[in-house]
C-alpha cells in the first residue's frame, strides 16, 4: 500500500517512514475507521529494534513495507531520520496512538484486544472501557500457534471492530495483521507490543519526563532486567546509522538510506 497522499515518506534501510505527528496520525486512522467504507489498514510504529531485526528476518521486512502508516515511535528514529535525510519526523508512538484513538471516540469505537499472556487482554479491554467509554469487540490472549491463526483471523473479523490492538511481540503482531489482513477486515490494524500489558495495569509506562525527551527507552532497558538483551540491538542499530551517513552517496528522501 502506498503512504497516505498528504504524509511524505522516507525510506530508512529499505522500510518506509512517514513523516506525520501524533495529531495528523489520530486524524488519519479516525478516517479509516468513520470517514468512508470499510477497508483494511495496517501500521506500524517503527523502533530502531524493528530496524536490526528486519536485517535477517524478510517476511518482517514485507510486513513493513505493505503497512499503509509507519509512525516513528522513538527518538532513535527520529535521530535516525535526521542523520541520513536532514528530516524531523515528529514522533507518534504507539501507546499514545492507542490512547488518542480512545480519548477521541469513546463509546462510538469497538476495539479488539489481541495479545500477551492469558487474561491480560481482558484486564485491558475492562480498564480501556472503565477509563474510555470504548466498546470491546473481543479478546483473545497472543499465545496461539501458527496452525490457529485463521482461527484468531475469523474471530476478529466476526467482532465488527474498528480498531484491532495486536500485541503478540515485534515480527509476530505486524506479520499476522499483514497475512490476515484481508480476512479480518479491520479498518485500522495496528501491532502495539506493551500497550495491552500497560492497559491491563501489569506494565508501567515510563515517566512523563522521559516520554517528553522521548528517551523513555533508556528507562525501560535500566530498570527491567528483560529487557537487558535489548541494549546489544540498540547498539547495533546506532552504528548502522554511523555507517551509513558515511556512505558517499546522495539522499533526497526516496532513497534506501
Known sequence: MSAPPDSPRLSLFDLPLDVISLPQTLDRLSGWMFGGPRAAHTVVTLNPEFIVQCQ?????????????????????????ARQLHQTEVPRAPGFDIVKGLMERHGAELRVFFLGSK???????????????GIQ??????????LDEDQRVAELVAASGAHLLLTAMGARRQETFNQYWRQVIGVPVMIGCGGVLDVLAGSAQLAPDWTRRAGVEWIWRVVGDR????????????????????????????????
Open 56 to 80: 535477517t528476518q524478510p517476511d518482517f521486512v514485507r510486513a513493513i513495507q505493505s503497512a499503509d502508516l509507519v509512525t516513528a515511535d522513538g527518538v532513535g528514529i527520529v535521530w535516525a
Open 118 to 132: 492469558p487474561g491480560v487482554a481482558e484486564l485491558a479491554a475492562q480498564n480501556a472501557a472503565r477509563d474510555h
Open 136 to 145: 470491546v469487540a473481543g479478546t483473545h490472549h497472543g499465545y496461539f500457534d
Open 226 to 257: 528483560k529487557r537487558w538483551g535489548r541494549a546489544p540491538r540498540l547498539l547495533q542499530f546506532v552504528q548502522m546509522v554511523q555507517a551509513e551517513k558515511r556512505r558517499p552517496r546522495a539522499r533526497d528522501g526516496s532513497g534506501s538510506a
